[in-house]
């Protein structure tokens, strides 16, 4: 149970170095592969709409 805990503890810091070391930890399970990819992506999407919105709003930002 506790390396499942490091493995989403790692996933939740985003801390790739981590997540590939719990990745050979557990042989790349596919699953937990899976679930890293899909939760880093899914931040990765915020971030970038943040970004957008910070944008708009800075007059000196211009394309």
Do not use: P
């Not at 070391?21 to 899976?34: G, V």
């Amino acid at each position: 149970m506790g390396k499942n805990n490091d493995f989403i503890n790692a996933i939740k810091c985003g801390d790739i170095r981590l997540i590939k070391e719990e990745l050979n930890t557990h042989k790349r399970s596919a699953f937990k592969a899976i679930c890293s990819f899909f939760y880093l992506s899914s931040q990765l999407k915020q971030f970038v709409r943040e970004q957008r919105g910070i944008f708009a709003h800075d007059e000196s930002y211009t394309m």
